[in-house]
Nanobody
Framework: QVQLVESGGGLVQAGGSLRLSCAAS????????MAWFRQAPGKEREFVAA????????DYAGSVKGRFTISRDNAKNMVYLQMNSLKPEDTAVYYC?????????????????WGQGTQVTVSS
């Protein structure tokens, strides 16, 4: 298993940018598919982006494709979410998640480890 800690959330104006970071514990980080999810009050948890163990493949929700970029640095046990052209509808708590394995997934129940989340608020 792996412990995850998100950081980088905050308040930003529409059109601005923000970079989220997720720090993972342990020395087997490369064994995990990593992902970002988000959840707004009263809404279901929503898939944002995922990346395979060696960053060969990545997947994005249609609502963020072209604006967000997921990346990872296995040497540093870090995963990132670069968010550009932010919109008010991007406002949510963003969660980092880890899945032990090699295949991409977009369903929350496929991920066994979760961070506590970081708040992103986009003002208009």
């Amino acid at each position: 298993q792996v412990q995850l800690v998100e950081s980088g959330g905050g308040l930003v104006q529409a059109g601005g940018s923000l970079r989220l970071s997720c720090a993972a514990s342990g020395r087997t980080f490369s064994a995990y598919v990593m992902a970002w999810f988000r959840q707004a009050p009263g809404k279901e948890r929503e898939f944002v982006a995922a990346i395979t163990r060696y960053a060969v493949n990545a997947d994005y929700a249609g609502s963020v494709k072209g604006r967000f970029t997921i990346s990872r640095d296995n040497a540093k046990n870090m995963v990132y979410l670069q968010m550009n052209s932010l919109k008010p509808e991007d406002t949510a708590v963003y969660y980092c998640a880890a899945r032990f394995g090699s295949t991409l997934a977009t369903i929350p129940t496929d991920f066994g480890s979760w961070g506590q989340g970081t708040q992103v608020t986009v003002s208009s």
